[in-house]
């Protein structure tokens, strides 16, 4: 059998992957190693942590771009490539787009109001919180 983007896994990453690249128009393979799917992510608790994302704008909770960065440049060590400061960026601009994209095509979002910040204290921390998790 052929296909376009095969995709190895079947966590949170994996299977966002998997959805994006069927919506692009590609026939998509999710091959898993265990007898379920889901990884670790099935067993979590679920919770993204997505800054200015678009459920915390609509709650009235005041987020930026730059506020999120500030944030986790506070709470990041230098750990390297892991964790680069073009990776940061990234992360700040995509992550709410990736909750917008994901809701556009039927994931049921919810907005774990009152899930602070691990550090709220420090500076760009948000006390109301920045995460959102699927609906059950
Ligand atoms: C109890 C618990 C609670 C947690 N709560 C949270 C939380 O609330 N918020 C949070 O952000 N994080 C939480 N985490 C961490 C979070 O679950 C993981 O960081 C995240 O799910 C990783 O997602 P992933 O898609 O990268 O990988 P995974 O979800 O681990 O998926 C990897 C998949 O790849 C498969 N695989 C591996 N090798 C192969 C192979 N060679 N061939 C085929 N398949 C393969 C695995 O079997 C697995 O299904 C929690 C973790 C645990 C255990």
Known sequence: ??????????????????????????????????DQFGGST????????????????????????ELARTYMDQVIADVGPASSSQRRDAFVENAPKMAR??????????????YSDYHPEEPGGNAIGRSIEGKM
């Open 42 to 65: 099935a067993m979590s608790g679920g919770g993204a942590w997505i800054p200015n994302n678009h459920l915390m704008l609509a709650a009235g909770v005041h987020d930026t771009p």
């Open 1 to 34: 059998m052929n296909y376009d983007v095969i995709v190895v896994g079947s966590g949170a990453a994996a299977l966002t992957a998997a959805v994006t690249a069927a919506d692009s128009g590609n026939k998509v393979l999710v091959i898993e190693s265990t």
């Open 101 to 114: 994209y994901l809701e556009a095509l039927g994931f049921e979002w919810s907005y774990q109001t009152g």
